[in-house]
């Protein structure tokens, strides 16, 4: 059986969203670290068709557009697909979504 139209990221797919996100926090300094360990409370969430970096924390529309600003310079640099950044308030609560920019 074969099952068209799924979401089932390859392992190209998930090193492509690694590297976009690992770009991204090289180049901004995310002040929310993360619940669960000395890091940005920042993950990458790969699929066949787009890469989606999600963003946890109160950061102010100023700081989102800077954020933005340096997702879109990466997805030019080092992505083949188009790069969704999501934007939550609280850590690994995919509720309250605040914003979210397609760049492609």
Known sequence: MVLVGCD???AEDQAEATKVENAIEARYHFRVMSFSSKRPAVYESPHVHYSEIQIFGDYTSTEQDAIVKIARAVRQEVAKKP??????????????????EKIE
């Open 83 to 100: 790069v969704w950044i999501s934007f939550y308030p609280m850590e690994l609560v995919e509720e309250n979504l605040t914003r979210r």
């Open 8 to 10: 089932i990221p390859k």
